[in-house]
């Protein structure tokens, strides 16, 4: 979905006339913005290039306050988290836009996290969903803020707050088919069942989400972001499982389809 949702921008782009308009800067920062998803820094950088040249001839707010949060994504994937998160606040109060808004808020989360201040993540958080409540929820965005939640439980120790966020997000994203999004609450569920001492499912899980996140084309976002988590879990796993066991939960989660290792996580039965 996400690499399809970039070429249609990439090509409404590509018929844009070159010359600085509003229509061409909102596509080349809607290109950003997917550069972040993607973590594709060199794209991220050249299109906020073209989008600051752009607003010294084109004015809008909304359009700069999208702008300003992609430079917090930038200085966020850059190891900057002060920046990112003073860059994010602007954008947040520069704009009324929800989604702008909500987008702002996740990479405050994010930087908040970076910062090891999850408290501060869970609150940015609840702020997103609460203004994606009162303004219609975008299902999407709801899904982003609902795995930053459960990340920042998991990392405050609150394990039942952490379930109930991963299984209201993976439903949702279940339900829009978006199979990126389901991996990484797959991922974030299997660490919730290490923290629970459950080393065989969350081998299961971990192997489950990353066979997902691959055929989907989630590798480079998914490792980019949860990387050092994956590596910490997996440790734990190995120490806890026989190299045997580790080897047969590995590939039971890789034989799962997403409703097979749904259907885990929402203890359905498949």
Known sequence: ?????RRWIEKALDECPSEPSLLR???VISVAEVAVLQVDVPTLKARQAEARQLLTSVTESRALAHFTANEAALALLEGQPQSARALAQQSLESTDYVPVKIYALLLMIGASAAGGDALTAVAHAEEGLALSEAHGQDIVLRTYLLAALALSRLALGELDQAAYAVREGLQLSRMINDSVTCATFLETASWIAAARQEPWRAAVLMAAAGAIGRAA???GAVSAYIGPFHEACERQI???LSPADFRAASYEGRSQSLDEATAIVLDEPF
């Not at 979905?1 to 949702?5: A, D, L, N, R, S």
């Open 1 to 5: 979905m996400m690499q399809q949702g």
């Open 25 to 27: 800067l909102q596509a």
């Open 217 to 219: 084309g989630a590798t």
């Open 238 to 240: 190995r120490e806890q």
